[in-house]
């Protein structure tokens, strides 16, 4: 195992991260190459950059094919961001567990994707929401809808700090919207992670300021996504790091 720290090309998490963002910034990668990148950064827990994560891993990790993660493994491979390494079983002999590096590529020497792709670290497409009434003697197929509503109708249902931090930036049916996307990617990028709400505001924080910058090409929501990508992959991988069963992670 120690005899792979010779691909590890990076000093610290932070530069790795680093270099990541600046490679998400310098190509136009589809939605599942970006998601991809991070998610083999955020499992590169014993040496920085390399990953033992498994394709079947990956695939559940994002919710799609292996065929997917392999078409975007290939992508990030021809692009020089990543290698693919077939590892050798020093005692028993042959090929064994494949393992994926992240290269610190020249970028000023790469040209960027020539196709357009999707909004990078998109969130999921909402599903319709559905009220839980229950019909008893009359059915309620509607309600009225108010010209808009206060964060007294979020109290019971998002953190008081969360509401805090964003309450002087966006309405309260925005601040929901925010709430749900560090759900979502939480449970995707960091499982390991109990106290996602620090890192949560830690992100919006970071918009916030990319937003007064106007380094935003898009949308707030979709820049939000992404530094939320970032941030909870870095706390994942420093729950990695307290102690982690890495058996599963083996082709």
């Known amino acids: 195992m120690e ?3 010779e691909y590890s090309q990076f000093d610290t998490v932070k530069e ?4 990541i963002s600046k490679v998400l910034a310098h190509f136009d990668l589809k939605k599942t190459e970006r998601e991809l990148l991070w998610i083999i950064a955020g499992h590169s827990c014993k040496f920085i950059g390399v990953s033992f994560l498994k394709l079947a891993s990956m695939a559940k990790a994002m919710g799609v094919s292996k065929k997917t993660i392999q078409r975007a493994l290939k992508a990030l491979s021809e692009l020089g961001i990543i290698k693919r390494i077939r590892t050798l079983r ?3 002999g042959g090929f064994g567990a494949s393992i994926t590096v992240i290269c610190p590529v020249d970028l000023s020497t790469r040209e960027e994707a020539n196709e357009p792709a999707p909004e990078g670290t998109q969130e999921p497409k909402k599903k319709k929401e559905a009220f839980p009434f229950k019909a008893y003697s009359k059915d309620i197929k509607y309600i009225r809808q108010p010209e808009s509503i206060d964060y007294t109708y979020l109290e019971e249902w998002l953190p008081q ?12 049916e925005e601040a929901f919207s925010l709430w749900g996307k560090v759900q979502v ?4 990028y960091a499982p390991s992670v109990i106290n996602v709400l620090e890192p949560a505001i830690r992100a919006f924080k970071a918009s916030v300021l990319a937003y007064k910058a106007r380094r935003i090409k898009k949308s707030f929501g979709g820049y939000f996504w992404g530094s939320l990508c970032g941030v909870l992959g870095v706390e994942q991988r420093r729950a990695c790091k307290s102690g982690i069963d890495s058996s599963w992670l083996f082709n």
């Open 3 to 5: 005899s792979l720290r």
């Open 16 to 19: 790795m991260d680093e270099f």
């Open 90 to 92: 020093p005692v028993r």
């Open 161 to 172: 700090e969360f509401i805090k931090a964003v309450k002087p930036f966006v309405s309260p």
């Open 185 to 188: 990617a939480s449970k995707r």
